[in-house]
């Protein structure tokens, strides 16, 4: 799915000095500014899945496969298994620890245990599974406030995030964060943001590292890929467009994908948006925009390796669109009266767990049993994680200082000389400066 | 940037142009596009990008064109840049610097004489300080590129074509502490950024009448410099802010709450704040000197203040 750029482009150098600060020349300006052209493919009707491959031959296709309209047809329409069985157990226990968790949650929110906003990600969990599993530890991923499913996905253990959940001092983000800032530095979770669009920058700010690694410290094997998460709802908001552009413009190594589930809490996206196709805003930026099913983890996947490895090789961002769905409210605070109950219906066909495991049984991939097996292994996880976070003690008061400043220096000299945070006691004091 | 080579620049007109006020002139020759980004005009995503990439490992510069424009990247400044390492549990952290020039100049305009000193201070997780000579500019931009937390850097339009002797050996100022400017006994004048010429003018006929002013640059708007500020007060007992921030809610309003708190029992007077008019800074010159606090003003508030 390259953009035909033309071929002087690819000549990127990559700045191989010893002491780059110094002793650099000035890259050449490939980066800088977009002087390629585009060509257009009619849009295919043919197996989804192959085109990617296919193409990449020819220059520039922005391939697309508009099925909204369509029934669906059954999970995966490719002949070839797509899958060895190791993936496909993969993916499926990621798949149904997601759902379980999110489940759980559901629970614990109720019985009074977790609070605030809590936003579920169940029926969407394809789309994590299919792109997160792909990822190296060392590449990053970027959420939204529907960030359980990632965090898990990336690796961050299900005891941390319950945790975390449950406010304890010993989730991720020391109970400092919640349900809606989860974030690893060990995993390269980069977020967890409130509000739509702001993990976006942060994002492109990721891939920009990689790309600088690679180009100004010399690090020639670095190909660190960022992937950002949002929804629908985001691709109206302006910084949704402005990283386009930059990323398009620089050639970042990220990929924006699209959770498109049709609705930004009450409001659908075809209130909100003038063009729904999401993906189609990628070629205007100069990238390919691709859409793909999203409750459909093997389609997913097949999308999502074309695009990470693109982005491994330095062509820069791929636009992804992900037709999905959640089956719950927006959070657990909405009553969800809005949306029709047809449609929900229609999309509950749809379980990508359901589908997963259909295919995996009729392609003798796995048995009944195997797959059974793992659910109860989920299960035990799943309560494993609340147990922990149950047991785990509240902060105390003296970490409501920690992590204000990485540097304390910064709360400042006190009337008596010296730094407040040179005081022992000060860390149960105020943080006035 | 020779120093440390995951430090580098982005904003709008840095690279080729060289700075909207030259500041990273000719950096982009030495040190290439890359490390000195001309961005797009993005505010809110460059500026956010630069904290995605304080987060994973650089130490970006990112400067505002002018400082006004820094009010588009808020949602990243306030949310991002302030909250990040805590929300994060202590997991990432955000070494960046954003500056740029703002402050009220020659005629420029509401929008492009703007203090937003005021607007950040209260986001938590930030520390804010103001340059107002070349000696300190350079001691405190290497202070902030150093410094893991992330610091907003004001300077001053019109302060960029002073000239001053500064050492050739390597210096860093402290990023909390004010400065000294002249001892006195009389009265503690608390300022920053240009309105320190305006004060050491006023400083010049305050001696000359026979007042003995204390003047102190504050430097670091956040956090404030409570033991030089402190001991100034304690030994003058007359406290003068003179700022050109706008009056509500600005820094000498934080500033004044602060002493009053700290120090209520070594002021001998209540403390004076003179501060910019609370109007959007007119365009004609006239009115644009009535706007900012004037020498003159100064003087009156001293004498007032010493009777």
Redesign the interface.
């Not at chain 1, 980066?31 to 585009?38: D, E, I, Q, Y």
């Not at chain 1, 849009?43 to 989804?48: D, L, V």
């Given at each position: 799915m390259a953009t035909a750029f033309s071929s002087s482009i690819h000549a990127i150098q990559h700045s191989r000095c010893e002491n780059p600060s110094i002793a650099s020349k000035k890259p050449s300006s490939a980066f800088l500014g977009s002087t390629h052209k585009l060509r257009f493919a009619a849009p295919s009707r043919s197996a989804s899945v192959c085109a990617a491959t296919r193409r990449r031959s020819s220059s520039v296709s922005a391939v697309s496969e508009v099925i909204k309209e369509k029934k669906q047809k059954s999970a995966s329409s490719s002949s070839n298994l797509l899958i060895t069985k190791e993936e496909g157990l993969e993916l499926y226990e990621d798949m149904v620890l997601g759902r379980a968790f999110e489940d759980m949650c559901a629970q614990m929110y109720y019985r009074g245990k977790m609070f605030g906003f809590v936003h579920l990600y169940n029926g969407q969990e394809a789309v994590s599974t299919g792109f997160i599993k792909l990822l190296k530890k060392e590449d990053s991923a970027v959420s939204t406030y529907r960030d359980h499913v990632h965090a898990l996905s990336k690796g961050v253990p299900a005891r941390e995030v319950m945790s975390e959940l449950f406010g304890k001092t010993t989730g991720c983000c020391r109970g400092q964060g919640g349900s809606m800032h989860m974030f690893s530095k060990e995993h390269n979770l980069l977020g967890g943001f409130a509000f739509i669009g702001e993990g976006i920058p942060v994002a492109t700010g990721a891939a920009f590292s990689s790309k600088y690694r690679r180009e100004v410290l010399g690090e020639a094997d670095c190909d660190h890929v960022t992937l950002a998460f949002f929804g629908d709802g985001t691709c109206n908001n302006g910084q949704f467009y402005e990283c386009l552009n930059l990323a398009a413009l620089w050639k970042l190594p990220i990929i924006f994908v699209v959770e498109n589930n049709l609705w930004a809490i009450g409001m659908s996206h075809m209130r909100a948006t003038s063009d729904p196709q999401i993906w189609k805003k990628g070629p205007a930026f100069g990238m390919p925009g691709v859409h793909v099913d999203g409750m459909d983890v093997l389609k997913v996947r097949e999308v999502a390796k074309e695009a990470i490895e693109r982005a491994r090789r330095g062509e820069g961002p791929t636009l992804v669109e992900c037709e999905t769905y959640r089956f719950r409210g927006h959070s657990l605070a909405d009553p969800d009266e809005l949306r029709d109950p047809a449609e929900k219906a229609h999309y509950a066909a749809r379980d990508p767990i359901t589908a997963l495991k259909k295919y995996m049984i009729e392609n003798n991939l796995a048995k009944e049993a195997e797959l059974k097996t793992i659910e109860k292994k989920i299960d035990e996880v799943v309560e494993d994680a609340v147990e922990f976070a149950d047991e785990s003690p509240q902060p105390p008061r003296s970490q409501l200082l920690d992590n204000v400043f990485a540097d304390p220096k910064g709360f400042g000299i006190g009337p008596d000389g010296r730094y407040r945070c040179e005081d022992p006691k000060f860390t149960e004091g105020t943080a006035h400066v | 940037?020779?120093r440390?080579?995951?430090v580098?620049v982005m904003g709008e007109d840095v690279g080729h142009y060289g700075g909207s006020y030259k500041v990273t002139k000719d950096l982009?020759?030495k040190?290439?596009?890359?490390?000195v980004l001309?961005?797009?005009i993005?505010e809110?995503?460059?500026?956010?990008?630069?904290?995605?990439?304080?987060?994973?490992?650089?130490r970006p510069v990112v400067e505002g064109m002018n400082m006004g424009f820094l009010l588009l990247a808020f949602?990243?400044i306030s949310?991002?840049c302030g909250m990040?390492?805590?929300?994060?549990?202590?997991?990432?952290?955000?070494?960046i610097v954003i500056r740029g020039p703002g402050g009220v100049g020659r005629q420029l305009g509401a929008e492009h004489s703007q203090r937003l000193e005021s607007y950040f201070q209260s986001i938590?997780?930030i520390?804010m300080v103001a340059c107002s000579t070349p000696y300190n500019a350079k001691g405190l931009m290497k202070a902030a590129i150093r410094?893991?937390?992330p610091v907003i850097l004001f300077e001053h339009v019109l302060l960029y074509n002073l000239k001053e002797r500064i050492p050739d050996e390597e210096y860093v100022l402290n990023?909390?502490?004010a400065e000294m400017v002249r001892p006195g006994e009389h009265v503690t004048i608390l300022t920053y950024s240009r309105m320190r010429y305006h004060v050491m003018q006023a400083a010049k006929t305050l001696v000359n009448k026979g007042y003995d002013p204390e003047v102190i640059d504050i430097r670091?708007l956040?956090?404030?410099?409570?033991?030089?500020i402190?001991n100034s007060v304690k030994k003058t007992h007359r406290v003068l802010i003179v700022e050109e921030c706008m009056r509500t809610g600005g820094i000498g309003a934080s500033l004044t709450a602060?002493i009053t708190?700290?120090?209520h029992d070594y002021l001998d007077a209540p403390i004076v704040c003179l501060s910019s008019q609370d109007v959007p800074t007119p365009y004609a010159g006239t009115l644009e000197n009535w706007t900012v606090v004037q020498p003159a003003q100064i003087v009156t508030a001293v004498e007032q203040l010493c009777q």
């Amino acid at each position: 799915m390259a953009t035909a750029f033309s071929s002087s482009i690819h000549a990127i150098q990559h700045s191989r000095c010893e002491n780059p600060s110094i002793a650099s020349k000035k890259p050449s300006s490939a980066f800088l500014g977009s002087t390629h052209k585009l060509r257009f493919a009619a849009p295919s009707r043919s197996a989804s899945v192959c085109a990617a491959t296919r193409r990449r031959s020819s220059s520039v296709s922005a391939v697309s496969e508009v099925i909204k309209e369509k029934k669906q047809k059954s999970a995966s329409s490719s002949s070839n298994l797509l899958i060895t069985k190791e993936e496909g157990l993969e993916l499926y226990e990621d798949m149904v620890l997601g759902r379980a968790f999110e489940d759980m949650c559901a629970q614990m929110y109720y019985r009074g245990k977790m609070f605030g906003f809590v936003h579920l990600y169940n029926g969407q969990e394809a789309v994590s599974t299919g792109f997160i599993k792909l990822l190296k530890k060392e590449d990053s991923a970027v959420s939204t406030y529907r960030d359980h499913v990632h965090a898990l996905s990336k690796g961050v253990p299900a005891r941390e995030v319950m945790s975390e959940l449950f406010g304890k001092t010993t989730g991720c983000c020391r109970g400092q964060g919640g349900s809606m800032h989860m974030f690893s530095k060990e995993h390269n979770l980069l977020g967890g943001f409130a509000f739509i669009g702001e993990g976006i920058p942060v994002a492109t700010g990721a891939a920009f590292s990689s790309k600088y690694r690679r180009e100004v410290l010399g690090e020639a094997d670095c190909d660190h890929v960022t992937l950002a998460f949002f929804g629908d709802g985001t691709c109206n908001n302006g910084q949704f467009y402005e990283c386009l552009n930059l990323a398009a413009l620089w050639k970042l190594p990220i990929i924006f994908v699209v959770e498109n589930n049709l609705w930004a809490i009450g409001m659908s996206h075809m209130r909100a948006t003038s063009d729904p196709q999401i993906w189609k805003k990628g070629p205007a930026f100069g990238m390919p925009g691709v859409h793909v099913d999203g409750m459909d983890v093997l389609k997913v996947r097949e999308v999502a390796k074309e695009a990470i490895e693109r982005a491994r090789r330095g062509e820069g961002p791929t636009l992804v669109e992900c037709e999905t769905y959640r089956f719950r409210g927006h959070s657990l605070a909405d009553p969800d009266e809005l949306r029709d109950p047809a449609e929900k219906a229609h999309y509950a066909a749809r379980d990508p767990i359901t589908a997963l495991k259909k295919y995996m049984i009729e392609n003798n991939l796995a048995k009944e049993a195997e797959l059974k097996t793992i659910e109860k292994k989920i299960d035990e996880v799943v309560e494993d994680a609340v147990e922990f976070a149950d047991e785990s003690p509240q902060p105390p008061r003296s970490q409501l200082l920690d992590n204000v400043f990485a540097d304390p220096k910064g709360f400042g000299i006190g009337p008596d000389g010296r730094y407040r945070c040179e005081d022992p006691k000060f860390t149960e004091g105020t943080a006035h400066v | 940037m020779d120093r440390d080579p995951t430090v580098c620049v982005m904003g709008e007109d840095v690279g080729h142009y060289g700075g909207s006020y030259k500041v990273t002139k000719d950096l982009a020759n030495k040190y290439g596009d890359l490390r000195v980004l001309d961005t797009p005009i993005a505010e809110n995503s460059f500026t956010g990008m630069g904290i995605g990439a304080a987060m994973t490992g650089l130490r970006p510069v990112v400067e505002g064109m002018n400082m006004g424009f820094l009010l588009l990247a808020f949602n990243q400044i306030s949310n991002n840049c302030g909250m990040l390492h805590y929300t994060s549990g202590g997991q990432f952290k955000i070494p960046i610097v954003i500056r740029g020039p703002g402050g009220v100049g020659r005629q420029l305009g509401a929008e492009h004489s703007q203090r937003l000193e005021s607007y950040f201070q209260s986001i938590p997780g930030i520390q804010m300080v103001a340059c107002s000579t070349p000696y300190n500019a350079k001691g405190l931009m290497k202070a902030a590129i150093r410094s893991e937390n992330p610091v907003i850097l004001f300077e001053h339009v019109l302060l960029y074509n002073l000239k001053e002797r500064i050492p050739d050996e390597e210096y860093v100022l402290n990023l909390e502490e004010a400065e000294m400017v002249r001892p006195g006994e009389h009265v503690t004048i608390l300022t920053y950024s240009r309105m320190r010429y305006h004060v050491m003018q006023a400083a010049k006929t305050l001696v000359n009448k026979g007042y003995d002013p204390e003047v102190i640059d504050i430097r670091s708007l956040k956090p404030f410099d409570l033991h030089t500020i402190g001991n100034s007060v304690k030994k003058t007992h007359r406290v003068l802010i003179v700022e050109e921030c706008m009056r509500t809610g600005g820094i000498g309003a934080s500033l004044t709450a602060a002493i009053t708190e700290n120090f209520h029992d070594y002021l001998d007077a209540p403390i004076v704040c003179l501060s910019s008019q609370d109007v959007p800074t007119p365009y004609a010159g006239t009115l644009e000197n009535w706007t900012v606090v004037q020498p003159a003003q100064i003087v009156t508030a001293v004498e007032q203040l010493c009777q």
